[in-house]
Each structure stands twice: as structure tokens, then as C-alpha cells.
């Protein structure tokens, strides 16, 4: 389970947003943790305390390597288990996830990809039920999914009287169209929410403006 480039600007997005407020006893819900990384990023910018389930044991097993060897190990417990079996105590004021599922593309040959990034373990419609139950009234989620999801995934919200708040919309470069779509939605109404968007590259190997700006707390190299 490689560190893409599109998680990591994800979760830089996910914590500029919550760098805004006071996130203190406040808790959140890493879903498809993989190696940690999102759990990590939110950890470092705000004083969530962090759940984070994760199936795939080697994936569980590294995220438990990253997380002890970090300064946030206390704001962060990890658990291995399939969400439909994760059964917390308590609602959470922040659900994000980079989802394990791909619905409708073509699947690899390798079964531990295919759990990690297909329906064959987990379906949008099962995920947002599971979130619904578990989100605090006042709570927010955060989901990044392939752009070409965007259409669907507003539909489920609508019948489930979901709410956007705010989407980001990726390109690899101007050249490219649209590759990833972050989102931000609650059960509270909103206004109109006008999308916005960021390209990774400027031109080859040089990153944006916008990007160095949300991931400069992260990378050591920009």
C-alpha cells in the first residue's frame, strides 16, 4: 500500500481545515486506515483523538510500526478489524477516510489489492450507513474518491439527507482533467457549495502554488 501523492494532499486538507478550531476532546474516525498516514497527518495538526480501522493485517501491522515511532502515538488506537465489525462506544465529531473501494473498475489480480480498493469488502452505500450511525449530530466526514464517483456518491448523500459543506477538486496538471474529488458533508443543510479546485503540478515536476502551501507542514522537500 504505497503513500500516493492525492492521500497525502487529502489529509493536508482535512487538517487546514480542522487547524481552525479547537479539536480538544473532540473524536475521530480514521475508516481503511492503511498504513496510518491520514491518522498521522490529522495528529499533527490538531488534538483529536483518533480511531483507526484498518482489515488488511500487513497494512495494520506497518500502521502500528508508523504510529509508535511517532510523537503522536497517545492520540492515535488502532484496530483490525472490517468496519461492518468495529462496534465503538461512543459517536465521533469526524469520520474521513481515503475509501478501500473502487466500485465499477477494473479489478487486479492480487486479492489483498482488490479488499483494499474494491467493493469486494466494503460498498459506498454500507459505508455511509455505518458512518449515519456513528457521526455525532453535529459531526463532520470527509471522503476522497475518484472524480468519476462524484455524481454517485452526491446522489447517496441526497437520498440520505447528507450535506455538503466543501469540495476540492484535483488534477495531475492544467493539462489533465479531473482525477480525485474530496469531500466535505455533514447532516447539517448548507447553502450552495461552490467547488473548488487545485492542480498537483505546475508544470513537469514542479509542484503548484496551492500545493506547496497545504503540504509544506508535511514534506521536507518543498
Known sequence: MKVCTDACLFGAWIGKYWNDFDSTNLNALDIGAGTGLLSLMLAQQTNFIIDAVEINEDAYTQASENVTRSPWENKIHLHHR????????KKYDFIFSNPPFFEGDLMSGDDAQNLAKHHAGLTLEVWLEWVMLHLNEEGKVAILLPYHRMAYFENLLNKNSMHLQKQLH???TPKHAFFRSMLLFSKKENT???????????AEKQYSTSFVELLMPYYLNL
Not at 193 to 202: G, L, N, R
Open 192 to 202: 450552495v457549495v461552490s467547488p473548488s479546485f487545485i492542480t498537483i503540478y505546475e
Open 170 to 172: 484535483v488534477k495531475q
Open 82 to 89: 472490517a468496519l461492518q465489525d468495529f462496534e465503538p462506544q
